[in-house]
């Protein structure tokens, strides 16, 4: 018996065509691959997109008592909400015209401090100052005048000194007619 002799050969095998091919093959394959993820991911977007509308349909269908009932909003949320109704309320006050109409009252003895509005019962609180009970009165009578204000009440007035000349501080009322 003989023993068969071994050929050792350590040298690079030539590139053949048919390893080219295989290469080519598989860097197709891959971007084959990207493109179809790609699809589909788009395809998903889609799919949950048209479900969310189907939804929104179905609930628009049901009956009214059968739709789902929104939670109710915790203490702070509620709070929250009765601050931005006061906001609300304070921004629908008609400053424009009510301020506009005080302005067109021109006595020179009568000085305007404040006016502090209750949006909700559409309601005004002023104070002043006069020289005089007579300047204040002939004031009372222009603001009872104007037409956007209706009820308007004297609620109270005291003669106090200011820079040691006495003046007579005052509280009126009204309430604002919508227009």
């Known amino acids: 018996m003989s023993i068969a002799t071994v050929q050792l050969d350590f040298r690079k095998p030539a590139a053949t065509p048919v390893r080219w091919f295989a290469w080519l093959a598989l860097v197709g394959v891959v971007c084959a691959v990207v493109a179809i993820a790609e699809h589909a991911g788009a395809l998903t977007e889609e799919v949950e997109a048209l479900q969310a509308r189907q939804q929104t349909l179905q609930e628009r269908l049901r009956p009214a008592g059968a739709r789902k009932t929104p939670a109710k909003p915790d203490a702070e949320a509620l709070r929250r909400i009765e601050l931005a109704n006061g906001a609300i ?60 204000l209706a009820d308007v009440h004297l609620l109270g007035y005291e003669t106090v000194p200011r820079e040691g000349v006495p003046v007579v501080a005052f509280t009126l009322s009204a309430k604002w007619l919508a227009r």
């Not at 003895?109 to 007579?134: D, F, K, T, W, Y």
């Not at 204040?136 to 222009?142: G, H, I, S, T």
């Open 89 to 148: 309320d304070k921004l629908s006050v008609p400053w424009h015209e009510l301020l506009r109409s005080f302005e067109s009252i021109r006595l020179p003895h009568i000085g305007l401090l404040s006016l502090v509005p209750n949006a909700q019962e559409r309601s005004l609180r002023m104070s002043g100052e006069a020289r005089s009970v007579p300047d204040l009165m002939a004031y009372v009578q222009r603001v009872t005048a104007l037409p956007l």
